[in-house]
Every structure is written in C-alpha cells, then in structure tokens.
C-alpha cells in the first residue's frame, strides 16, 4: 500500500485524526471574540458561588500514613496526617505550647505527638487550646474546612463537580504563583487564549458557546469549547469540551463529546498568604481524571506509576504559561495608579 492510499485510508474509529496545521501566525485572530467585559461578567458570577469554606490543599497520595503534611492556607499554617485507618485528618501546624511545627510531629494512630516537649494532640482535639478543622478525602484530593476564612454557611462536603465513575485513573499536579485565586479561574475563563498561547497542545479551538454578559445562571454560565489536543504536528484527538465553576476557587474542563468523554481536568486555586513582599500567593492543585469506554482502557490501571507522570509534565508544562498569565494580570491589577 502506497503512503498517499494509507493516509487516505486513516481508520475512522482511531481517537488520533490527523489535521493540517496551521503557521501559527496565520491562525484566526481572537482578540475580538475574547471580549474583557464577557470574561470578567463570568469571573464575577463564579466569585459569588458557595464554597462550604472548603480548599483544595494536596493530592490525597501526598499525604500518608506516618508522615504529616504541613500547608498554608490564606496565611494559616496547616498540618494534615492520617491515623492506622488511613483516615484524613487536619489542624493547626503549631503546637500550643511554644509553637513547633506539627508537621515535623510524630503520628500514633489518630494523633500528633510534638518532638519539642512531647504534647499529644489529635482528632480529639486538646481543649480549648488546639482543635482539630474538618477535612475530607475524595479518593483524589484532599481538603480543609476553614470556617473564619470562607466566613460562609459551612456544608459538610466540599462541592464538586462530575466525575468519571471510577476515578483510579487521575494525576494531579500542584504549583505556587504571584497572584491570587480569582486570576486563576480568570485564565480559564478565556478559552480563546488556547491555541495562541499553547500552541504545542491545542489547535483548531473554536468556541462554541458562551455565557451571556449579564443575567449568567446556574443554567447558562457554561462555555462549549471544540478542539484539538495536539500529539504530534499532524496528529490529533478532537474532542468538545464544557467548562463550569462548581465553586469560587475551582473550574472544571469535561469532555462531553469524543474520545475520552466523561474526563475531567478540575483547576483548584487555593491562597497561601502574603509572601515576604506581601504579594499574594496561590497553590495551583490540578486533578486530571481520566475515562474511556474503550475496552483497553481497564488495563491502564495496571500501568498508572508510568502515567502519571506522564499527565503531571503535561500539566506543568502548560501551566508554566498559565502562571505567566494569572501573574501578570493580578500585577496590572495592583500596580494601577
């Protein structure tokens, strides 16, 4: 068989389809389709959604049985453990006497013992002195429940959106900028910005459908994006794609129609606190969680140790750009006189 006879005759059924692509200078322009005033009418719909006060602070495998986690969350110092069970647990990350660290702390079971001076605090709590936070595992991400930070109507879950049945199949990956959470879910909210900027992952981005400027509900504030993820030059898997914000600090990317529909890429912004110049600092926690209903796919279980990385260097690379973005709009923002 000829070469010309076998790209003719690319199966129709591969989730690869090859494209031509485009000089990148040549793309359609999509500055005029980016309207700032669309962007910034989604940005503040999503800023008034509830959160129960929950945020995103480590993928559940960081944290494991026998060594505490320390975090900081809106310029609180935070430790999560587990106890034998492997049950998630969180407080505060300094011990009550002279401030220790927890997170250097030894675990027995359900408790923290501090190396300092041996104080034990736990699930239980040590009176008034030190209590524990609520904290929730999804099986993907861990969470904390800050109620005099959200200052929100509690709930007793985080709220999160669909997600593949089986959710064994995930990587998530996690990163700091200068900026803070809103700047985030900013950049995710301008799609148009995908095969510009990203032009190694995305082509032929089109986006089909937007929230409108004013009256954005629960109903309408979705946008539809079709395009292609980049494997090679000419290769690629087209897919459509719907983008949502379940709560403030989170948006999500689903794959409603093509290969690999049902996964999900959800993009947790988390804030830290000032850094040393008092610039806001965000944690970027990015779970992408795979499915197919292609028969194959149940054996990629068995392979996960090597996907994950592969998934985590692709996320890192394309947030190495959408970090660039965030920084510099919340530096315009705050350097305006």
Wanted: a positive charge.
């Amino acid at each position: 068989m000829s070469t010309r006879t076998a790209l003719i005759r690319w199966p129709k059924n591969s989730p690869l389809q090859r494209f031509s692509p485009e000089k990148w200078s040549r793309q359609q322009p999509t500055h005029q389709s980016a309207d700032p005033g669309l962007i910034e009418a989604a940005l503040h719909w999503s800023q008034r959604r509830p959160s129960g006060n929950w945020y995103t602070i480590a993928a559940s495998t960081a944290i494991r049985r026998g060594h505490p986690y320390g975090v900081r969350v809106g310029g609180r110092e935070i430790v999560a453990w587990r106890d034998d069970a492997g049950t998630l647990h969180a407080g505060p990350g300094a011990c009550p006497h002279l401030g220790a660290p927890l997170a250097a702390a030894h675990v027995e079971n359900d408790a923290l013992i501090c190396r300092w001076h041996g104080l034990r605090v736990g699930a239980a709590g040590n009176g008034s002195r030190w209590c524990p936070y609520p904290s929730f595992d999804d099986g993907v991400l861990a969470w904390v429940r800050l109620d005099s930070l959200g200052a929100e109507p509690a709930t007793d879950a985080p709220i999160i959106g669909p997600r593949p049945a089986d959710p064994a199949v995930h990587a998530v990956t996690r990163l700091v900028g200068v900026c803070e959470p809103r700047d985030i879910i900013a950049n995710r909210l301008d799609p148009w910005h995908g095969s510009w900027f990203h032009p190694y992952s995305f082509a032929r981005l089109e986006v089909a459908r937007t929230p409108p400027r004013e009256g954005i509900t629960e109903q309408n504030h979705r946008y539809l994006v079709d395009v292609t993820f980049r494997v090679t030059r000419r290769l690629g898997v087209p897919v459509r794609a719907e983008f949502s914000c379940p709560d403030p600090r989170t948006i999500t990317m689903r794959i409603v129609d093509g290969e690999g529909a049902g996964s999900v890429v959800e993009t947790h912004a988390t804030p830290i606190g000032p850094d040393s110049a008092g610039r806001a600092r965000t944690a970027v926690v990015e779970a992408t969680i795979a499915s197919s209903e292609r028969p194959g796919f149940r054996h990629v279980h068995r392979v996960l140790p090597l996907v994950r990385p592969v998934l985590d260097r692709a996320a890192r690379r394309l947030w190495r750009d959408d970090m660039a973005y965030a920084e510099r709009r919340y530096f315009l923002r705050t350097h305006r006189t």
